[in-house]
């Protein structure tokens, strides 16, 4: 039996996500460390910023986004035939994650940069052209925004050295094949 090949599928999806996120905050890709990495300013102040698809391999710029740290792939029931298409509604997880140095302003601000980069992503699905990923899938928009979950940061000595903001946006997507 041969598998199908679509132009629609989750990993197009994930490529295209880590495609958008590049395009939102301007990040271009750093060879040296193969991640795509940015000074994006949040409304107020300029941002050390990587995105990376599921994990970073550093923790130290200010805003981590990583696509792809939790998929899922519910298939609706198909019709019967092997030529027959099938419906994904695929879901992928994207997390906002925001560390700075500081005492309580610091976990005001955390929570914030953490709010506007979902926001920015939302507000990207919202332009004509962008819901379909560049053809990964026949629809897409952020169903869903958790959190922030919020961290203290401590230093080694155990003192306070700022405080993280964790936000996951869920992108669900319709992809046929």
């Not at 920015?120 to 979950?149: H, M």
Request: aromatic share 6%; proline share 6%; with cysteine.
């Amino acid at each position: 039996m041969t598998i199908p090949t679509s132009a629609q599928s989750a990993d197009a999806v994930i490529d295209q996500l880590v495609v958008a996120c590049c395009s939102i905050f301007g990040a271009t890709l750093d060879a040296d460390i193969d991640e795509y990495t940015a000074t994006w300013n949040d409304g107020t102040t300029d941002r050390t910023l990587v995105v990376v698809e599921a994990s970073p391999s550093r923790y130290d710029p200010d805003v981590i986004v990583a696509v792809a740290t939790a998929v899922n792939q519910p298939i609706e029931r198909p019709t019967q035939g092997p030529q027959r298409s099938r419906e994904i509604t695929a879901t992928v997880d994207i997390v906002f994650s925001v560390a700075l140095p500081g005492g309580r302003q610091a976990k005001t601000e955390a929570r914030r940069v953490a709010s506007v980069a979902a926001q920015l992503l939302e507000l990207y699905f919202r332009q004509p052209g962008n819901e379909t990923l560049d053809g990964a899938c026949r629809d897409a928009w952020v169903s869903s925004i958790k959190g922030p979950d919020m961290a203290t940061l401590n230093t080694p000595e155990g003192g306070v050295w700022g405080y993280a903001a964790d936000l996951t946006a869920t992108v669900t997507t319709r992809i046929r094949n």
